[in-house]
């Protein structure tokens, strides 16, 4: 007996399955940004019948972007108004500005963040100085801590969080902590069982049942942030983990990069934390507890900027861009993965063809493989038109840094891939000020020193196996 038998049943199948086709087509034309995309997803819909129209609907819909922007929308003002507060009771004026006001100008229309005087900004070399500095604003935390990382093993790095955690707890600061589900699966048993175990406020963002695509899932909340006592921030691309500490015996050994801040960008952090923290816990915390005046203590000019496909899509690949655009003597860039989308990739030529000094500093050995055999073709497209590409030698250099004719500097998480870009959330910081890039700029030169520089030639000695495998591995750049 077949569905021929029942011609209605099978009338009325194919008219609701080609009505789903219909309202799964004319809703990606509607809502996705990019023709690429609409182009794709209306083929999969029409000639893959159901199947396609499936697909779209469960991995093609952006289900949280009307919720993050009403959660934002709140926590941002709060955020910007706090900030002014801070200015103005630091005698900080916002008009005065020597640095390239252009560029500055960007931000602000992404954002909507003001750029923020009187910050001090302190790089962190090695996961060892990093956690010293993180651990010891934990202890000294008063009233408040709000810590966000994508990565959270339960190890020797980890344990050391967990128990300075729930000691300021037991001094009755509030402490919140919101671990990306995928990122805190990496180890068994997992941390954020052992702080629920111990009594910590703990959240999951986005939980994913599907294992076996861990690694390669987006949607995923790869921000680091830690806020205390709404007065002093750290952010950059350090997970917590015990192979940032680069001790002998480490499995997994990672070079990185973390940054402190004191001043007035502090509230940048806190909000992406909030709302970070209100979309994962459905708890709204309150404003004039968590926000605090911040005094000014530094010379660096700075503005937080959060990325992530829902209100905030595109602000960092934007940022970049114009900063490439307005670069006139040089542009270094520190990325472990290197798959830039077409925009940046004609920008760093342009850049180039117009006599910056375009350097790139790649690890030799990247800890996802397909995505160094990918990156394999926009390194040879950069290459050709004079950018410079280099390797550092192991251990994995996870560091994260752009700076731009000695005076802009972006730090923060995202990498240079499309996941990182267009389907993670991410939060970066745009500085200006020449005492950070100059010290960022001796960190890069010291790599830059041990590091082997990339030809043309190096990749027209690959084998012609290792060009087809790289080439197959660039047909999946848009999901790496």
Known sequence: MTLSDYPILAVSLALTERSFAVWASLHAVLKKQ????????????WLSPL?????????????????????LDKIRQSACDQARKSCQAADL???????????????????????????????????????????????NASSTIGLCSYIFDYDKAGRKFIDALVEAQERGVEVRVLVDHVGSRYSKPTSVKMMRERGLKVATFLPTNVPVLAAYANLRNHRKILVVDGMVGFTGGMNIREGCLEEPGSTYPVQDIHFQFDGPVVDHLQDAFLADWEFAANEDLPAEKWFRMTPAIGETWARGIPDGPDADIDNIKLVMLGAISSARR?????????????????????????GVEVRILVPSEVNIRAVQWASMDPIGRILQRGC???????????TKVMLVDGEWSLVGSSNWDPRS????????VECYGEELNSQLSEVIEEKIAISKEMTMEDLAARSSMAKLRDGIARLATPYL
């Open 34 to 45: 990019e023709t690429r995309a609409v182009i794709g997803w209306v083929g999969l819909i």
């Open 388 to 398: 410079k590409v280099f390797q550092s030698p192991p251990p994995f250099d996870h």
């Open 51 to 71: 199947i396609g129209s499936i697909l779209y609907y469960l991995f093609g819909i952006n289900r949280i972007e009307r919720r993050g922007e009403k959660i």
């Open 93 to 139: 004026d916002l008009g005065p500005f020597r640095f390239n006001q252009q560029l500055a100008n960007i931000g602000k229309s992404i954002t909507g963040f003001d750029l923020l005087p009187g910050n001090k900004i302190t790089p962190l070399n090695k996961g060892a100085r990093a956690y010293a500095a993180m651990l010891d604003a934990i202890r």
């Open 330 to 354: 040089s542009v270094d860039i520190v990325t472990p993965y290197f798959i830039p989308e077409e925009e940046l990739v004609s920008a760093l030529n342009i850049a180039a063809m117009r």
């Open 421 to 428: 870009l267009r389907l993670n959330f991410e939060f970066n």
